[in-house]
T-cell receptor, first 115, second 114 residues
Framework: AQSVAQPEDQVNVAEGNPLTVKCTYS??????LFWYVQYPNRGLQFLLK??????LVKGSYGFEAEFNKSQTSFHLKKPSALVSDSALYFC?????????????FGTGTRLKVLA | SAVISQKPSRDICQRGTSLTIQCQVD?????MFWYRQQPGQSLTLIAT?????????ESGFVIDKFPISRPNLTFSTLTVSNMSPEDSSIYLC???????????FGSGTRLTVV
């Protein structure tokens, strides 16, 4: 079965330190990969995507993610965390070859940045 | 990208009743999607709604329980029918009009069934 895994329910990091939120996937074909962020009482907001090309993609709010095909991973990173980055982060995979835009979402990782 | 206005933002409902959630988009879009986010869990696709045709439901979701309307290219509703406490979730509408396969999401409806 096709799936997306976010192995950590929560990640704690001190403000100013680098952060990593992990994502691995198990899908057939060449998926498109995404990260979304959800702040309390808000909908999901798009952060960044990988479609093709450079394995390191840059997105909103200083976030970046590295696509690793051999490890089927797409980890989210930021060099210096801010308290305002505290939120729920979702990794998602889209399979455009299926003819639809349907996503498979990971279970989410709660990021807590400590002042 | 398009902007979605979703309402209500939250509601507390009695079991056995129904709630209709509305999403209004500020531009015309072809495909809209409805998701459910149960407490502490990820997002699950309920159905895909195209204007002028019946919604396509995912496994485990049926039209009688979650009827969807899509009367035009800027509006859609999802009804949660005959509610039970297990229906307590956040419901989100979304669309793909970014041109890059990314989604735009509504702000969500937090439903509590008592």
């Amino acid at each position: 079965a096709q799936s997306v895994a976010q192995p950590e329910d929560q990640v704690n990091v001190a403000e100013g330190n680098p952060l990593t939120v992990k994502c691995t996937y198990s899908v057939s074909g060449n998926p498109y990969l995404f990260w979304y962020v959800q702040y309390p009482n808000r909908g999901l907001q798009f952060l960044l995507k990988y479609i093709t090309g450079d394995n390191l993609v840059k997105g909103s709010y200083g976030f970046e993610a590295e696509f690793n095909k051999s490890q089927t991973s797409f980890h989210l990173k930021k060099p210096s965390a801010l308290v305002s980055d505290s939120a729920l982060y979702f990794c998602a995979v889209s399979l455009p070859t299926s003819g639809t835009y349907k996503y498979i979402f990971g279970t989410g990782t709660r990021l807590k940045v400590l002042a | 990208s398009a902007v979605i206005s979703q309402k209500p933002s939250r509601d507390i409902c009695q079991r056995g009743t129904s709630l209709t959630i509305q999403c209004q988009v500020d531009s015309q879009v072809t495909m809209m999607f409805w998701y459910r986010q149960q407490p502490g869990q990820s997002l699950t696709l309920i159905a895909t709604a195209n204007q002028g045709s019946e919604a396509t439901y995912e496994s485990g979701f049926v039209i009688d329980k979650f009827p969807i309307s899509r009367p035009n290219l800027t509006f859609s509703t999802l009804t949660v029918s005959n509610m039970s406490p297990e229906d307590s979730s956040i419901y989100l509408c979304s669309l793909t009009d970014r041109g890059d396969y990314g989604y735009t999401f509504g702000s969500g409806t937090r439903l509590t069934v008592v």
